[in-house]
Nanobody, 115 residues
Framework: QVQVAESGGGLVQSGGSLRLSCEASGNRISVSAMAWHRQAPGKERELVGY???????NYSDSVKGRFSISRDKIKNTVYLNMNNLKPEDTAVYYCKARIFGTDQWGKGTLVTVSS
């Protein structure tokens, strides 16, 4: 059974940093890309950024220059490094993994940035 699980959320002050992790697990899975999305209260879910297993990355304009995504292919794990956090970054952060060509979502982890 394939599972995608995020970790690392929490409360941080404005200007601070936080690192989220996301692991895809399962028997002999083949991951081709992983992405981070977020959903703020009362808003639609939006793409934060993604990384392919070839190393290509892309970020939304709202986080470009502050967030970065890296991956550990052996562990099927990606990391979202968030710096200079702002109150508007407060959201539930979801990880999505493309496994065997289909998307699997995690349950999300809450990030709260206080002003």
């Amino acid at each position: 059974q394939v599972q995608v699980a995020e970790s690392g959320g929490g409360l941080v002050q404005s200007g601070g940093s936080l690192r989220l992790s996301c692991e895809a697990s399962g028997n002999r899975i083949s991951v081709s890309a992983m992405a981070w999305h977020r959903q703020a209260p009362g808003k639609e879910r939006e793409l934060v950024g993604y990384i392919t297993w070839g190393g290509e990355t892309n970020y939304s304009d709202s986080v470009k220059g502050r967030f970065s995504i890296s991956r550990d292919k052996i562990k099927n794990t990606v990391y979202l490094n968030m710096n200079n956090l702002k109150p508007e970054d407060t959201a539930v952060y979801y990880c999505k993994a493309r496994i065997f060509g289909t998307d699997q979502w995690g349950k999300g982890t809450l990030v709260t940035v206080s002003s």
